[in-house]
């Protein structure tokens, strides 16, 4: 019997298989986590934890949020079987151009995909900009009616998907809703941001301190996600957020719709 052989490193050569496929099983079932929640919820101690997303990340399973101490399976994981594929495939690609941007946006940047009436934060650069009053954004749900990245989805997703989504939005009967529910006003925002290519939210509707613009990201296959970009209501006026920033961050929406693959 051979070195390798040796009944000792075969049974650990198997429990490292065993838990590194755990592991891959339990990131793709919630989407993401961190290391130390992997640890708690498989019994994992933690540097074994730690040695095993190192290969699976090595062998391209997962990948780690640039922005944050998050995993996510990858498209080649997902690619196994049901999973994140979309968030995955989408914060992989984004999470280098949002930091590219960052230095000449310098205002925080959301990247949201949408999940169930809500945009779901994917990446973030607050923890990086120097005018962010956020923190710990990833994974926060946004609702669609009062943020921009919700506006944005709405407008620029076919017709089908945007009157599912706000029926369930009116089932789900939140006050602060009910006015952007209006048609008239829906009609609006809409005409608004089509014309505009960007959408909206500046009249403290969401976070009464901050305003926000966001981008749709157009593939072929039509709006995958939205990038936004968040800044102080005191500092700066919608007239030159608009005027000093749309541009760019139209073009951050098309760099990372445009390295999507077909």
Known sequence: MSETEKPGRKSEAVRALTRGLAILRHVNSVGETRPGEIAKALDIPRPSVYRLLQTLEEAGYVAFSASANLVRVTRLAA??????????????????????YSAQLVWPLDLTIHHNAAMVIQETTHGRSPLSIDRAMIGSHLPM?????????????????????????????????????????????????????????????????????????????????????????????????????AEPLTGLAARIAASMPD
């Open 79 to 100: 690619s196994l079987g049901d999973g994140s594929a979309l968030s995955s495939e989408i914060c992989q690609i984004a999470a280098p151009i949002l930091a590219e």
């Open 145 to 245: 009616m009062r943020t921009s990245a919700g506006r944005a989805y709405l407008t620029f997703c076919d017709e089908a998907q945007r009157a599912l989504i706000l029926a369930h939005i009116r089932r789900l009967g939140d006050p602060a809703d009910a006015p952007f529910l209006e048609p008239l006003w829906l009609a609006r925002m809409m005409y608004e941001t089509r014309e505009r290519g960007l959408a909206l939210r500046d009249a403290g509707e969401f976070r009464a301190q901050t305003a926000s613009l966001a981008a749709p990201i157009m593939t072929s296959g039509g709006i995958v996600g939205c990038v936004s970009m968040i800044w102080i209501r005191s500092a700066l006026s919608t007239r030159e957020a608009i005027g000093t920033y």
